[in-house]
């Protein structure tokens, strides 16, 4: 297996971990949303678009940036930004997991966050204990459980 599959297959996983969170908290998202044309004028997608959180009445965007050792998806942070900046439609959360970003990419990272289009950038862990202390459940959906598979989720 190449360094890019193993790559690949780890940051997939850290989107199955977003997943499962968001699935167990009872939002609606869909994978791999279609944004329109990126900064450099081809299609773009983000990870996770939500769009039920009462907090987020316009919807949310999540993108996993997952880097487990010296590479160079932390080169590609400013034209996120860009993109987060011109294109999103609504505000977007940054995941950052791996824990291997260069330090400076990662402090460069959070000093983007304005709190509004670049709402948050956090660690797995930091955004686990920010959807669990600052987020809403959608408004009369029963408590879900991310073992329990329901087809076509998760």
Known sequence: MTGSTRANQTG???ERVIACMLHERGYSFERQAY??????GHKLYCDFLVSNIPEFPNGLIIESKWQGSGGSADEKFPYLIENVRQVFPCPAVIVIAGGGHKPGAVTWLKAQVDGEK???????????CWMNKDLSDPAGLPERCCTRRVAGEV
């Open 35 to 40: 944004l329109g044309k990126s900064i450099y």
């Open 12 to 14: 997939q996983r850290a």
């Open 118 to 128: 670049v709402f948050a950038a956090l660690n797995l862990e930091e955004f686990l």
